[in-house]
């Protein structure tokens, strides 16, 4: 995974080869303003141990303190995607319901697809009405394990 970060909180989290993580990386550098420079800060150490324990199925809540980058209602969006609860899976119909706007299934799907702190801010959980997994910058593939790997997780734990 790639980590963007300073010693405030963490700004991108994603796979390395998902789709658009480029386009991600600029947007933050144009927004932020902030140069990018490889190295270690607090703030990666600890997601870095948070993602070890996430994968080894012992953490459901990632602690690391995030900076969410986006408009007033992507941050809504992704506010409201943290609270899916581990190992469960919402629509985006549903979403868009909780949200008071049945009508934005379509602007929950493009506020979703530009969440730049996945596992964190968990994009994965969100599936078509359907059922069917839908779209997902680190590939349907990788979103299915993501999602077996919590469901296994939560009927152990």
């Known amino acids: 995974m790639i980590v963007l970060a ?10 390395v080869g998902s789709k658009g993580l480029e386009a991600e990386i600029k947007r933050l550098h144009t927004r932020t303003k902030k140069t990018i420079i490889p190295g270690h800060t607090k703030i990666t150490d ?9 994968f080894a199925g012992t953490l459901q809540v990632f602690t690391t303190p995030v ?3 986006g408009s007033p209602f992507q941050k809504l969006v992704w506010w409201e995607l943290q609270r ?16 008071c706007n049945p009508d934005a ?8 697809a530009t969440n730049q702190l996945a596992l964190i801010v968990p ?3 969100v599936i078509a009405t359907g059922g ?3 779209g997902y910058a680190g590939g349907v593939e990788r979103k299915q394990w993501l999602l077996d790997h919590e469901h296994r997780q939560r009927q152990i734990i």
């Open 84 to 99: 899916i609860p581990f190992g469960q899976t919402k629509s985006y119909k549903e979403i868009a319901v909780i949200l």
């Open 105 to 112: 299934h379509r602007a929950i799907a493009r506020a979703n």
């Open 46 to 54: 600890l997601i870095e141990h948070e993602l070890q324990q996430y």
């Open 6 to 15: 300073d010693e405030v909180g963490l700004y991108l989290l994603e796979f």
């Open 123 to 125: 994009c994965h959980r």
């Open 67 to 69: 900076v969410l980058v």
């Open 132 to 134: 069917a997994l839908g």
